[in-house]
């Protein structure tokens, strides 16, 4: 099992620091893994966390510095000299490095590019132009590859020359004359089959590959629908130009889902890892600022209605129950269509299904609440007549919000906006503002013809 | 690249399905990989199915239904006879033959151990009383296991022995004489290493492993911290009884975020890929119910307050911005904590840090949200005073409402209930009513005292 963090090594570490006991934090440092290390920086200060950075080697100190979150990573960067981020550069693979590199300001970039030497200085200006989201923003050019003709021996061969440079390798990519990928081959063939065999024969000429501009959510779909372990990248004439692996594919995952969180919520990325509490706020504050104009909107058409609510002050007592139900129900319908947009489910074909499906169980759930208020209501307030304005009021409130709930998100897809936005407060709004309006038009007409 | 499945392709089988042309539908079939044509199923309808799954051979037919989703899966297990299905059975891996057999209603299940052969009975009976979401329940028995004493060409003629039951191998895992996992060896290394090197000598020690009862979030845990392909499963004496790989830990992360998804929102998991409305009917009303009766406590409380509105009914006007900024800020804090809380980015340590950050957030905007809500709505119905009360009334509502969001998910971890939880209509329904009650409260001792 790996070593867990735990509040007694994080003061342990602490303490040796305070006394600057350097030997001994290295000492423990040495028995981490990376990952470790990277956990526990995230609990220190940063005058601590640049004491520990100090003791790294160049290498330890990229691993670390990967595993990191985005905001710590970022303020130990800027607390760096460009000498020891290019020492750092150096060690790292091309795809971390050249994610390193393009996080930086631009300045200190173009300086470290400069100073990292040749080798680097190539791989980053290949990685560096593509697009972060895309494959090729987040493939590297560490993979081993070889040419059809060549004997399983050849491509032993070839993988022990990049033994150092790949680190892990479980396929080699098979090329033809004009580096155009042909298929793969899986190292436990090439362990089981003759030497002297040709690459061609054994390969898998069926080979899934991404294209170096999709984006980086369609290349995480094909390896889960293909359970593949790496995914070799093409460019448009169909040549290996890199590879994406198991490890960055997950990463994809995770930072797919908090950007979707992100979204819903109107929180940043990442939030967790930021310690300022302005940069928080600000992030926050845009869908604090529609729910108040979709709040001041709604006060608006509660104005309009004022005369009834004068004569029935107990009109007012449902506002919440009645907004509540429109967000719950747009909120649901939402939530399914943002979900099944983002893992592919939902695909152009289905649209009219799905919709047809919302209507169908808003349906159902509408009736179903609506005369449970009724009766409800009826029997609070002795009045047949309210209680039963009040449960219409609901079907048709239910009925709106999850046609609204179910739609939004598919439009926006339409529009190519994150479609994750819809279930955020601009539905739950919209939907606070025209459920009152038909809770308001209905029980006014009842009341006041 | 993959084949897309498109509506062509889709109205070509169907067409091809009715004019019962078997040997044409079988000939598109062979083409396509089991991820394709499991897709294409689920865009058909139930008889052309079954179809589709009888022209299928067994091996063939148990990867499409693997890649299946859940509803689609159970509805056509359940047409199959169980000849046909002991028949998928056993040319499925062990780890998916337990999830299949797990699925099925006891009586099939049992029924199906019996007539599936003495090996994969054995398995099945292995893997079946792990639970389902734990290590155990996620492995497999097909893993390549070599004695520390062995040469590398012994390992090497292990991999081959098992070379049609182990499809892929990445790592080879290695025992001591009482099974105890002492080591990993990659393939590379086997491949590079002299044949006559023992496997301790190039084996890495260091190995991470799960526990056989871990939860397989926690797995899945470790295997992003550590970028791992595979992760061996040991039992309580560290005895290796089984391997997960890198595809099993992608779709725990996708069942994991649609599980936390679904109790957000209170909808079903895959409820894309149900077609019954009664059944998604059924699992959205719990949460509909809960902010039912949430609105009418909500409804009692302003009738506590009936007097106050009676005199001035402008108050009512301003229920909706009070409800939306506290639910928003509700959401906003829960959903960070809850996120946080599912990557372990907030471990126990830090909840009383996470805790302040949101009070200062929650202050800043709190003020910021209650000044521009009281100039709005002071100049709007020129009260000062009502601007005022108003306003005041977002700070605290604001302040109270993060520290619910916040502090709700954490405490629900605590007692071991699932915090994606406190993001449903709970914590939404209770901040509805604790912000109504702290509005109503200050507007009525402003104008009746």
């Not at 963090?5 to 981490?32: A, C, G, N, P, Y």
């Not at 294209?211 to 040549?239: G, M």
């Not at 979709?294 to 004569?311: D, P, T, W, Y």
Request: include cysteine; proline fraction near 3%.
């Amino acid at each position: 099992m790996a070593q867990l963090l735990s509040e007694e090594l994080i003061s342990l570490i602490r303490t040796l620091i305070r006394e600057k006991k350097q030997e001994s934090v290295t000492k423990l440092l040495d028995e981490m893994r990376a990952a470790d290390v990277a956990d526990l920086i995230e609990h220190l200060d940063q005058n601590e966390r640049l004491c520990i950075f100090e003791l790294l080697k160049p290498e330890g100190a990229g691993e670390v510095l990967l595993e990191m979150e985005p905001p710590v990573q970022e303020r130990i960067l800027s607390d760096l000299d460009n000498q020891a981020i290019t020492e750092i550069i150096q060690t790292l693979d091309s795809d971390d490095a050249a994610d390193l590199v393009g996080d930086l300001p631009d300045e200190r970039a173009r300086a470290i590019i400069e100073t990292v030497g040749e080798n680097t200085s190539k791989d980053l200006r290949k990685l560096l132009p593509y697009p972060e989201d895309s494959a090729g923003g987040i493939m590297a050019l560490e993979y081993v590859a070889v040419n059809a003709e060549s004997t399983n021996q050849e491509a032993i061969e070839t993988i022990r020359q990049k033994r150092k440079e790949v680190e892990n390798v479980y396929y080699v990519f098979v090329v033809d004359d004009n580096r155009r990928l042909s298929g793969v081959v899986s190292l436990k063939d090439l362990l089981l089959e003759p030497p002297y065999r040709k690459v061609k024969e054994i390969m898998n000429s069926q080979v899934v590959s991404a294209y170096v501009y999709n984006d980086q959510e369609e290349v995480a779909r094909l390896v889960k629908k293909y359970d593949l372990v790496s995914i070799p990248v093409v460019d448009e004439h169909h040549r290996l130009v890199g590879r994406i692996t198991h490890d960055d594919i997950i990463d994809v995952f995770e930072e797919e889902v908090d950007e979707d969180i992100a979204l819903m919520a109107g929180v940043i990325n990442q939030e967790i890892a930021e310690d300022s509490p302005i940069k928080i706020s600000r992030a926050r504050l845009p869908w604090l600022i529609v729910g108040l104009f979709g709040g001041i909107l709604a006060a608006l058409v509660i104005h309009q209605f004022e005369a009834s609510i004068e004569k029935v002050v107990a009109l007012s007592f449902f506002f919440p129950v009645i907004m509540a139900m429109g967000g719950n129900t747009g909120t649901q319908a939402a939530t399914v269509a943002v979900r099944g947009l983002a893992t592919g489910d939902i695909s152009v074909m289905s649209i009219g299904r799905r919709i047809w499906m919302e209507l169908k169980v808003a349906l159902i759930n509408g009736v179903i609440c609506g005369i449970l208020l009724s009766i409800i209501v009826g029997m609070w307030l002795s009045s047949v007549v309210l209680g039963s304005v009040v449960g219409v009021a609901m079907i048709i409130v239910i009925l709106t919000s999850g046609l609204v709930g179910a739609s939004v998100p598919l439009m926006l897809k339409k529009l190519d906006i994150d479609p994750a936005l819809a279930t955020g407060p601009f539905v739950t709004t919209s939907n606070d503002i025209i459920s009152l309006l038909i809770y308001l038009t209905l029980v006014t007409l009842t009341f006041m013809v």
